[in-house]
DNA sequence: CAGCAGGGGGCGT
DNA sequence: CGCCCCCTGCTGT
């Protein structure tokens, strides 16, 4: 304990520190983890990323994995090199005209400094408000709006569980095969059973691997890297990794799909639904309006196969405004999963739909104590009958099983009335 | 528009 | 269960 402590100072030190940074990020040296966005892939440190970005150190965190690579989604590519830079460089140089639009990165990205105050108030804030005005009221008073962002990554709740797994068609694409034999037959089974393909926007991750999405994504996203418009709905980052979704840009992913499931339920009747060709034309078994809504507007495709099944639809749509449509949904993927065991499950709005009178026993009888009569209901679709025959026959067409041959030709029907109708066709044509 | 086929309601046996 | 009828959608003329 000699005579007092010297205080050794690099003097350059800060500059130095940065330079070598810089310089080991361009020659891409102790790089352990890669950006992609749009197409690009950037070469970083973990180490930069998690000190100037709470939104990368918890990736980090939950990533288990040595280099992962993080697919940046609606974050345009210039601005994702601007916000390197400022995050290794301490500053950086940007146009005023894209400037909204780099905030808003930073904030999808929750890069300290430009979208979340940075942590102690620090004098050399300076450097970067020297740049601009903006930027330090940002810093140190977030507009609500970027307060709110950070409400919902409190109260963000796991979006990847809920996410409508394709409410997997219970019906095992049935086969109407009977081979080659009918055009009409074709193309009508072929509307019946679209495939609902998954839907796209689940966070599903795979450890390193980030390619695929990242192209379509940026094609339907965002336009070319050009145009400087602020008219960047950014939103959302998609983030492939283990277990993603744990930051904002996850929620606001939600909401923002939700919003637009919401506003499209709104607008269109609900009932609309089966104008797409689903199995809810069926719904009300005896003497629905044949055309009720002949001009049946688009959900979109998207919605619709996000939400897949006719329950799903009704329930979704149902839900009205986007909070509890949201909630809807989740109660949708619930019922879904905890009737597992029966392939065929049906959402009570559905049956409430199918029920006749509307306000009968929720299934099995309908009608009063002397006119009771059962119903039979359809395991595979939403479809009731009064008819035993009736659901037999109905399940036919699911089955695909087409018992019937005609001995003329190929063609196979469901029922002995449909062949021998068909062989009329023949004889007619024989006699005639 | 006609012809054909799919799907469903309903009745008689 | 068998049969008939009806409605609807698709396709070709």
Redesign the pocket.
Same mark, same amino acid.
């Given at each position: 304990m000699a005579d007092g402590m010297l205080s050794l100072s690099w003097n350059n030190h800060r500059a130095t520190f940065c330079h070598i940074l810089a310089t080991l990020r361009e020659k891409e040296r102790y790089t352990d983890v890669t950006v992609a966005c749009e197409g690009k892939f950037y070469p970083v440190h973990k180490l930069v990323l998690s000190t100037c970005s709470e939104y990368f150190e918890k990736i980090f965190e939950n990533t288990p994995c040595k280099h992962p690579v993080i697919v940046l989604k609606d974050v345009n590519r210039c601005d994702l090199e601007a916000l390197f830079c400022y995050m290794y460089e301490g500053a950086v140089s940007v146009a005023q005209s894209n400037l909204g639009r780099l905030i808003k990165a930073a904030e999808v990205l929750r890069i300290k400094g430009l979208a979340v105050p940075d942590e102690p108030p620090i004098s050399d804030r300076r450097t970067a408000s020297s740049h601009h005005h903006h930027s330090s009221d940002d810093r140190s008073s977030p507009h609500p709006k970027r307060r709110r962002r950070e409400e919902n990554s409190h109260s963000h709740q796991g979006r990847s569980q809920s996410s409508p797994s394709p409410p997997s068609s219970p019906r095992p694409s049935p086969l109407?095969d009977?081979g080659d034999?009918?055009?009409?037959?074709?193309?009508?089974?072929d509307?019946?059973w679209g495939d609902h393909g998954a839907t796209d926007r689940e966070d599903g991750g795979m450890d390193g691997v980030a390619d695929d999405r990242l192209g379509d994504h940026s094609t339907t996203s965002h336009s070319a890297p050009t145009p400087p418009q602020v008219e960047v709905m950014v939103d959302e980052t998609l983030v492939k990794e283990e277990m993603i979704d744990q930051g904002d840009t996850g929620q606001e992913d939600m909401m923002d799909s939700g919003m637009d499931y919401g506003s499209v339920g709104s607008d269109s009747r609900l009932e609309g639904s089966a104008g797409g060709?689903g199995?809810e034309?069926?719904m009300l078994?005896?003497?629905y309006?044949?055309?009720a809504n002949p001009s049946q507007q688009a959900i979109p495709e998207a919605v619709v196969e996000a939400l897949a099944g006719p329950s799903g639809m009704q329930t979704w749509l149902g839900g009205g405004e986007m909070p509890s449509g949201f909630s809807g949904l989740e109660g949708y993927t619930g019922s879904e999963g905890g009737q597992d065991l029966h392939p065929p499950s049906q959402a009570p709005a559905a049956h409430q739909l199918v029920e006749p009178g509307g306000g009968g026993p929720p299934l099995g009888w309908v009608g009063g104590a002397t006119t009771r009569r059962k119903v039979h209901r359809?395991s595979y679709?939403s @479809?009731?009958?009064? @008819?035993? /025959?009736?659901?037999?026959?109905?399940l036919?067409?699911h089955t695909g099983e087409?018992p019937f041959m005609?001995p003329y030709?190929q @063609?196979? /029907?469901?029922?002995?009335?449909?062949l021998?109708?068909?062989i009329?066709?023949h004889e007619?044509?024989f006699q005639g």
């Open positions: 109407h009977g034999s009918h055009p009409a037959q074709r193309s009508r089974s509307s019946q060709g199995e034309d069926h078994p005896g003497k309006e044949p055309k359809c679709c @479809y009731t009958t009064m @008819y035993t /025959t009736g659901l037999k026959r109905h036919l067409t087409r005609c030709c @063609y196979c /029907t469901v029922t002995q009335y449909h021998k109708r068909h009329r066709v007619g044509k």
